[in-house]
């Protein structure tokens, strides 16, 4: 039973479902399409409050880096704000799935020179990297950033469910891990809560589910049998998926209410922006 590596857990998830659902290995792995359709989403309302707030709504000149890319996602969405938006990603797969300008990078080493940016994106990555490179990757974001540039991060604050795979921070720890590397942070916002889909989880983790494996077929240490899984979620009875796929569909109105009432340190996911110093 293999230890968790992200460099190589992640290319295998991400290979795995590159040519056919590339939201099933950024968002939830391999989870139904109407299920990650839900929390992509909440990630792109997120980030338009955040870019808004930030940089309005003017396109301008420039190179704006996606971190992990994947298919290219953000890296699009992007070019709404930025004339020359980049990529990067761990996985040859997703990479070769999507367009544009992109380079097969580990977030911890970019291969670009300092202060080639003019902005970086990194949305749901550092939250997979163990504490210490966490680190790495911030102060390597950092070096990429121009002086007065800007750096947008939407990472974990709370587990949805357990895996070894996912080392959240609160809030304000990811605050001071930015502010360690040099950047000041100007935004800082609970984001994403989720509350019909998160009792989901708990009640399907009290079910008898199949083993999470990675794309070799074996069993990655401490991802077990307690996490839903797209196997697991498709073993469920008929019933039970509908009624999960309700749930998710109800969640939609819900979320946008629960961004107005919920405290931020419910949030599952924080969103920062930060300026070069």
Same mark, same amino acid.
């Given at each position: 039973m293999p230890e968790y590596d992200y460099a190589d857990y992640w290319p295998a998830v991400a290979d795995a479902h590159a040519a056919v659902d590339p939201l099933g290995a950024v968002c939830w792995d391999g989870a139904p399409p109407w299920f990650n359709r839900f929390l992509a989403d909440g990630q792109r309302r997120a980030l338009e409050r955040a870019m808004l707030a930030t940089l309005g709504d003017e396109r301008r000149a420039g190179r704006a880096l996606d971190i992990g890319c994947g298919a290219g996602r953000?890296?699009?969405? +992007?070019?709404?704000?930025?004339?020359? @938006?980049?990529?990067?990603? +761990?996985?040859?797969?997703? +990479?070769?799935?999507?367009?544009? @300008?992109?380079?097969?990078?580990?977030?911890?080493? +970019? @291969?670009?020179?300092?202060?080639?940016?003019?902005?970086?994106?990194?949305?749901?990555?550092l939250q997979h990297l163990p504490a210490e490179a966490q680190q790495r990757a911030v102060a390597e974001i950092a070096r990429v950033v121009k002086p007065g540039g800007a750096v947008v991060l939407l990472e974990m604050t709370n587990r949805i469910a357990p895996g070894p795979h996912n080392f959240p921070r609160p809030l304000a720890s990811w605050r001071a891990l930015v502010q360690g590397a040099g950047l000041r942070v100007e935004r800082a916002a609970g984001e994403g809560y989720a509350p019909l889909v998160r009792l989901g989880v708990a009640a399907a983790r009290r079910l008898p589910l199949p083993r999470a494996r990675r794309s070799g077929g074996d069993d990655v240490k401490g991802v077990g049998g307690s996490r839903p899984t797209a196997a697991s979620i498709g073993a469920l009875p008929a019933p039970v998926r509908l009624v999960a796929r309700g749930v998710v569909a109800a969640s939609y109105p819900i979320e946008r209410a629960a961004e107005r009432v919920v405290p931020a340190r419910l949030a599952l996911h924080g969103c920062i922006v930060a300026r070069r110093t």
């Amino acid at each position: 039973m293999p230890e968790y590596d992200y460099a190589d857990y992640w290319p295998a998830v991400a290979d795995a479902h590159a040519a056919v659902d590339p939201l099933g290995a950024v968002c939830w792995d391999g989870a139904p399409p109407w299920f990650n359709r839900f929390l992509a989403d909440g990630q792109r309302r997120a980030l338009e409050r955040a870019m808004l707030a930030t940089l309005g709504d003017e396109r301008r000149a420039g190179r704006a880096l996606d971190i992990g890319c994947g298919a290219g996602r953000w890296t699009r969405w +992007l070019a709404r704000w930025w004339s020359d @938006p980049v990529g990067c990603d +761990l996985s040859a797969g997703m +990479l070769a799935a999507g367009a544009g @300008p992109r380079v097969r990078a580990d977030v911890t080493a +970019l @291969p670009f020179a300092g202060a080639s940016f003019e902005m970086a994106l990194s949305v749901t990555v550092l939250q997979h990297l163990p504490a210490e490179a966490q680190q790495r990757a911030v102060a390597e974001i950092a070096r990429v950033v121009k002086p007065g540039g800007a750096v947008v991060l939407l990472e974990m604050t709370n587990r949805i469910a357990p895996g070894p795979h996912n080392f959240p921070r609160p809030l304000a720890s990811w605050r001071a891990l930015v502010q360690g590397a040099g950047l000041r942070v100007e935004r800082a916002a609970g984001e994403g809560y989720a509350p019909l889909v998160r009792l989901g989880v708990a009640a399907a983790r009290r079910l008898p589910l199949p083993r999470a494996r990675r794309s070799g077929g074996d069993d990655v240490k401490g991802v077990g049998g307690s996490r839903p899984t797209a196997a697991s979620i498709g073993a469920l009875p008929a019933p039970v998926r509908l009624v999960a796929r309700g749930v998710v569909a109800a969640s939609y109105p819900i979320e946008r209410a629960a961004e107005r009432v919920v405290p931020a340190r419910l949030a599952l996911h924080g969103c920062i922006v930060a300026r070069r110093t």
